[in-house]
T-cell receptor, first 114, second 109 residues
Framework: ETGVTQSPTHLIKTRGQQVTLRCSSQ?????VSWYQQALGQGPQFIFQ???????GRGNFPPRFSGLQFPNYSSELNVNALELDDSALYLC?????????????FGPGTRLTVL | AQRVTQPEKLLSVFKGAPVELKCNYS??????LFWYVQYSRQRLQLLLR??SRESIKGFTADLNKGETSFHLKKPFAQEEDSAMYYC???????????FGAGTQVVVTP
């Protein structure tokens, strides 16, 4: 069984730039969620994708957008980067079941905005 | 509004002593609660969820709807329990999670 993988591990960008982060779901999972974890805080839900459609969104502006591909991998795009976007970005995958789905997390991408 | 509160940022305990991590929540529906753990240089991983009623690595957690709490307990802490612990609330059946700020546990010999 292959776990959730994310790339790149680290990224440095400047304010105003755009960034794309990538995630490969755990084998057999069809749902992917993205979280932002600022330093010293718990992860915050950004959005979730199921069968290539957005399935709920947290309190994040539209410059945060995503995609899910037919193989269930996913991208998180952030436009017009701001200094406060510096954080660890976590991807989590799950398999849709009859019960509340359990999230399995990737190692994260550390984004630094200068 | 839904919220998860972990009042302790840091918990320092001696090996062999009991440890209790507090978690309180506010949620209008029927809550589904989890504890996640992050060991040093490792990814966030599920420790336990309240519906399974399991004991994982000696840890247990009981959902108390009256007190809106889901405290994590272990009777005898081990050095390998040193980690960051997050309490999380599922906001729907799809498993979207609202996390607390986390509690750093340090177990000293």
């Amino acid at each position: 069984e292959t776990g959730v993988t994310q790339s790149p591990t680290h990224l440095i960008k400047t304010r105003g730039q755009q960034v794309t982060l990538r995630c490969s779901s755990q084998s057999g999972h069809n749902t992917v969620s993205w979280y932002q974890q600022a330093l010293g805080q718990g992860p915050q839900f950004i959005f979730q994708y199921y069968r290539e459609e957005e399935n709920g969104r947290g309190n994040f502006p539209p410059r945060f957008s995503g995609l899910q591909f037919p193989n269930y991998s996913s991208e998180l795009n952030v436009n017009a980067l701001e200094l406060d976007d510096s954080a660890l970005y976590l991807c989590a995958s799950s398999f849709r079941t009859q019960q509340t789905d359990t999230q399995y997390f990737g190692p994260g991408t550390r984004l630094t905005v200068l | 509004a839904q919220r998860v509160t972990q009042p302790e940022k840091l918990l320092s305990v001696f090996k062999g002593a009991p440890v209790e991590l507090k978690c309180n929540y506010s949620y209008s529906g029927s809550p589904e609660l989890f504890w996640y753990v992050q060991y040093s240089r490792q990814r966030l991983q599920l420790l336990l969820r309240h519906i399974s009623r399991e004991s994982i690595k000696g840890f247990t957690a009981d959902l108390n709807k009256g007190e809106t709490s889901f405290h994590l307990k272990k009777p005898f802490a081990q050095e390998e329990d040193s980690a960051m612990y997050y309490c999380a609330l599922a906001t729907d059946s799809w498993g979207k999670l609202q996390f607390g700020a986390g509690t750093q546990v340090v177990v000293t010999p």
